[in-house]
């Protein structure tokens, strides 16, 4: 009953933080048996919630870094959720036994239950996976050896757009299982070190390719920019759409890097994209003229959608406001690492809100019933929701009439950027087909472009 009530509310939590989830390759994972998932880590307890939603098995027990029970506010959830402790050696000079925590997560694997690991070992902001650390393969290979149970390892790669922004959205992509089979198994007996570390390769190769990496920020803004200018304006992408375009461009610019061609064309992105930052432009906004009808439109859409929503907005807006400040003051100052924000401001809503509904509705029970004070926390949580809509419709109106500004304010520097956009168009398509892999299948047809 606890386990239903626990995801119930990741689930709650985590469609409530983003916008828009998508999955990919859920067909990968096992529908029973014992499963390793093995994924990235780029967003702290946030990827464990991602995938505790979304792997379709539970109860899925995660190995979670020591230090997350230094939040006294965490402690509770992460029990509840069959969290496993686990201590990182560089966080204490080497001088760490974690062998009662391996002895659970070998009894839960064993028992044919789902265990949940990042092999990075710890969370980070860097544009790429860093160096697996061997505990996932070891434990692997270990409960294949000891004989009770057929294991396999699903590579899940959690792909953020905005990860600490509220209502952005995720890519979560299953790749295919890594079974132990008897081979690794005698591999291991043979040569525990090598084997342990042979798997743990395999591993960051199948991570890698469900997952965005770039070796330096500096390589994914370029690619993003350049994907951004390649992509028809027509086309809507999907998140999985998104990332898997950017991948492959990140791909090819490292292999052709050196080119001459190349450089010059990145020379002249990263000025483009140096041009937008410094008028503080969007390349979307240039992508086609924007008539002051167009404009018009769009506001008034985006001004009615707020009038619509304020009536159910405003009545809980004093007890959501404060909580969202609250919020967003505690992510930022009580993190240990940047990567924690997400997951703080996450927790401190959900500890503040259900708080404040509680003292409420005693209060108005108090006052006048036990039907009024059901009725004021169903309103609140109504209330709730639409303020998260009313939140991103402000946000809408707020970018409109501000691109309108300084689109009619920077008239001849807005001429002379979209003169330069049509010319990096150009080029990039041109160079999309000059260095594309003929087997590579394509995301756009002639058409596309042509609208």
Same mark, same amino acid.
């Not at 409960?143 to 390892?153: N, S």
């Not at 405003?314 to 003051?329: E, K, M, R, S, T």
């Not at 209330?383 to 970018?399: D, N, Q």
């Not at 150009?426 to 596309?448: A, G, I, K």
């Given at each position: ?10 689930? %709650? =939590? ?5 916008? @828009? ?42 190995? $979670? ?38 002895? *659970? ?6 028992? $044919? ?11 980070? !902001? ?7 650390? /061997? ?10 050896? @000891? ?9 899940? $790669? ?21 079974? +132990? ?13 090598? /084997?342990? &570390? ?26 993003? /920019? ?20 950017? &991948?492959?461009? !990140? ?38 003229? %924007? *008539?002051? $009808?167009?404009?018009? @439109? ?15 907005? %405003? ?7 404060? !909580? ?34 509680? =003292?409420?509705? %005693?209060? +108005? ?10 009725? *004021?926390? +169903? ?8 303020? +998260?809509?009313?939140?991103?419709a402000e946000a809408g109106l707020f970018l409109s009439v501000l691109s309108v500004l300084r689109l009619a304010r920077l008239g001849s520097e807005v001429e002379d950027l979209r003169a330069t956009r049509a010319e990096l168009v150009t080029e990039v398509r041109r160079l999309v087909e000059q260095l594309v892999d003929p087997e590579t299948n394509r995301m756009f047809t002639s058409r596309d472009f042509r609208g």
């Amino acid at each position: 009953m606890v386990q239903r009530l626990v995801i119930a509310v990741i689930r %709650i =939590i985590t469609s409530t933080f983003f916008r @828009r989830i998508d999955v990919v390759g859920i067909e990968n994972v096992p529908k029973e048996g014992a499963v390793i998932f093995a994924g990235n880590h780029p967003n702290a307890l946030m990827d464990g919630w991602l995938l505790t939603a979304k792997c379709g098995r539970w109860p899925l027990h995660f190995v $979670g870094n020591a230090k997350l029970w230094k939040y006294r506010m965490l402690v509770p959830f992460l029990n509840a959720t069959g969290a496993v402790p686990v201590y990182r050696r560089e966080e204490h000079d080497g001088e760490v036994d974690n062998q009662e925590a391996f002895e *659970t997560l070998y009894e839960v694997i064993e028992s $044919g239950n789902c265990m949940g690991i990042f092999p990075e070992g710890v969370s980070h !902001v860097e544009p790429k996976m860093v160096k697996l650390k /061997t505990g996932a393969a070891r434990i692997a290979l270990t409960v294949a050896a @000891r004989g009770k149970t057929h294991v396999e390892m699903i590579p899940c $790669g959690l792909n953020y757009i905005h990860r600490h922004r509220f209502r952005s959205q995720v890519l979560i992509e299953f790749g295919q299982p890594v079974v +132990i089979d008897d081979q690794w198994v005698a591999a291991f007996q043979k040569d525990e070190q090598g /084997t342990v &570390r042979k798997l743990t390769d395999h591993l960051a190769r199948a991570l890698a390719g469900v997952t965005l990496n770039a070796p330096d920020w500096r390589t994914l803004r370029f690619t993003q /920019t350049a994907r951004r200018l390649y992509k028809p304006s027509s086309v809507v992408l999907s998140p999985g759409e998104y990332v898997e375009l950017n &991948r492959r461009f !990140v791909e090819r610019y490292l292999e052709f890097a050196a080119d001459p061609e190349m450089q010059a064309f990145q020379s002249a992105v990263e000025d483009y994209q140096a041009r937008l930052d410094m008028l503080g432009l969007k390349d979307y906004q240039l992508r086609k003229p %924007i *008539t002051l $009808g167009h404009a018009f @439109r769009k506001i008034v859409f985006r001004a009615l959608t707020m009038l619509v929503l304020m009536p159910l907005a %405003i009545p809980g807006a004093l007890v959501h406001l404060p !909580v969202g400040w609250i919020a967003a003051a505690v992510g930022e100052r009580f993190s240990y690492e940047m990567d924690d924000v997400a997951t703080l401001k996450v927790f401190a809503t959900i500890l503040l809100l259900p708080l404040l509904y509680l =003292i409420i509705a %005693i209060l +108005i029970g108090l006052s006048f019933g036990f039907l009024w004070s059901l009725a *004021t926390v +169903i309103g609140l949580t109504f209330s709730f929701f639409a303020s +998260i809509r009313l939140i991103e419709a402000e946000a809408g109106l707020f970018l409109s009439v501000l691109s309108v500004l300084r689109l009619a304010r920077l008239g001849s520097e807005v001429e002379d950027l979209r003169a330069t956009r049509a010319e990096l168009v150009t080029e990039v398509r041109r160079l999309v087909e000059q260095l594309v892999d003929p087997e590579t299948n394509r995301m756009f047809t002639s058409r596309d472009f042509r609208g």
